[in-house]
């Protein structure tokens, strides 16, 4: 038998007070990017799709492609085509965008476009964009649901109402997934419904945009993750469509979602001034700590012994003194 090795991180700008526990396992974020730009793969400035394609190898990516409000109609043209297969070749998942005018569009209109995706495409799934957020079309995106898994051989089904949206979608269900918030601000403020902690975190998604910088974009995601979501998207662009453009800081925004799926955490529960273990009397521990996850430079010795009780008391005095602060726990069988 090996270490068991498990983290935790305390941020003290959004822990202030209480106890804080620490995830049971590795953290399975994704990014679900909104990729609404054209695939000029013949233009190297302008292509974008490469750079996801290159990313799919560190994270898991999940792509929405929008080629005109939706399938435009047809079969890919050979522009799509050449950047279907570098996002495939990437390991990226696909998903096909289409618009329901929050449950008002038709759902003959809406399949159409489904079929297209599913036929020509070779997609993974559907995004189902303007969705409605109360039980007053439940049935309609239930139907829709229920179509995509009977009549497709598309699998992932996310809605999009772009702000919190009623238990049933989730419990009847309705989708896979669904994003619950896409809003240039207010995400740091932003309280999910109680149900979400009910959930897997794959059920949820969030997309903030008008990020200005990447300390803005960390703590995004810190959030998305401490609030139970499981896909998310950060992105600096704004406007009319802040979709068309990958982040100034994409590159940090892949390694940090990478940092954190990385991470594993359990029995560890701390309140900012110190670290409660569990392990077993007569295993020994050691707990160091380091105050940037992705930054260069070793973890640094806080605490070591052997366990006498099942708790172990850990004193980090220093811990409020930091804007945050990662700790690895490593316990011997």
Excluded at 77 to 89: K, P, Q, S, T, V
Excluded at 253 to 271: K, Q, S
Excluded at 273 to 302: C, F, I, Q, T
Excluded at 315 to 329: C, E, I, L, M, T
């Amino acid at each position: 038998m090996g270490l068991r090795v498990s983290w935790l991180r305390f941020v003290a700008g959004i822990w202030l007070a209480g106890v804080c526990t620490a995830f049971a396992g590795a953290v399975d974020l994704r990014i679900l990017l909104p990729l609404y730009s054209y695939p000029a793969w013949y233009n190297e400035q302008a292509y974008l799709w490469d750079d996801v394609a290159a990313a799919g190898a560190r994270v898991p990516i999940v792509a929405i492609i929008n080629p005109n409000n939706g399938p435009d109609g047809g079969p890919p043209n050979e522009d799509y085509e050449h950047g279907l297969a570098d996002l495939r070749a990437g390991g990226v998942g696909l998903l096909g965008y289409v618009f329901t005018d929050y449950g008002k569009r038709s759902a003959d209109a809406v399949k159409a476009d489904v079929k297209l995706y599913d036929d020509y495409f070779g997609v993974d799934g559907i995004f189902f964009d303007e969705a409605d957020n109360t039980t007053n079309h439940l049935a309609y995106y239930e139907d829709l649901f229920a179509y995509v898994r009977t009549n497709t051989q598309l699998g992932t089904v996310i809605l999009n109402p772009g702000i919190g949206t009623v238990e049933e979608y989730f419990s009847r269900p309705a989708c896979d997934a669904a994003v619950i918030f896409e809003v240039n601000a207010g995400w740091s403020i932003y309280t999910p419904a109680a149900y979400v902690s009910n959930y897997p975190a794959s059920r949820f998604a969030v997309m903030p945009y008008a990020v200005p910088d990447e300390a803005g974009m960390r703590q995004a995601v810190d959030l998305a993750v401490f609030r139970n979501v499981g896909y998310v998207y950060v992105t600096d662009d704004g406007g009319d469509n802040p979709w068309d453009s990958l982040p100034t800081y994409w590159t940090q925004l892949v390694d940090y979602v990478a940092a954190w799926r990385e991470l594993g955490c359990d029995m560890v529960v701390t309140n900012g001034v110190e670290l409660n273990l569990r392990a077993l009397p007569g295993h020994s521990y050691r707990v160091r700590h380091k105050p940037d996850l992705v930054a260069s430079g070793d973890w640094m010795d806080l605490a070591g012994g052997t366990a006498t009780n099942a708790r172990v008391i850990v004193p980090d005095p220093d811990a409020p003194d930091f804007g945050s602060r990662y700790y690895k726990v490593e316990i011997l069988p």
